[in-house]
């Protein structure tokens, strides 16, 4: 199993930053491949938002590519995303992920809320 605990998050102005923090932990750490970011609004499906392998690589959703920036810590197990340039349009409850194929993990979630 693998436990995952969010932090970041909160109201921020359009056009202004946040940084989010995820950390995980659990026996099954040692299999984790992926870690990422998703983010669900109200009445929309879950997506994508960006993930990281353990390698370093990265995928970013077409709408925050060159505004938000994935991170992950080997050591101490943390994947962290830097959001710049907010839009109302990013509102959401974000998610963290931890996947290796057949198995993925979510956080409970961290609100974010951009006014405008």
């Known amino acids: 199993q693998v436990q995952l605990v969010e932090s970041g998050g909160g109201l921020v102005q359009a056009g202004g930053s946040l940084s989010l923090s995820c950390a995980a932990s659990?026996?099954?750490?040692?299999?984790?491949?992926?870690m990422g970011w998703y983010r669900q609004a109200p009445g929309k499906q879950r997506e994508l938002v960006a993930t990281?392998?353990?390698?370093?690589?990265?995928n970013y959703a077409d709408s925050v590519k060159g505004r938000f920036t994935i991170s992950k810590d080997n050591v101490r197990n943390t994947v962290t995303l830097q959001l710049n340039s907010l839009q109302p349009e990013d509102t959401a409850v974000y998610l963290c992920?931890?996947?290796?194929?057949?198995?993925?993990?979510w956080g409970q979630g961290t609100q974010v809320t951009v006014s405008s």
């Open positions: 659990g026996r099954s750490i040692i299999t984790i491949i992926t």
């Open positions: 990281v392998t353990n390698r370093g690589s990265t």
């Open positions: 992920n931890a996947a290796r194929f057949p198995h993925s993990y």
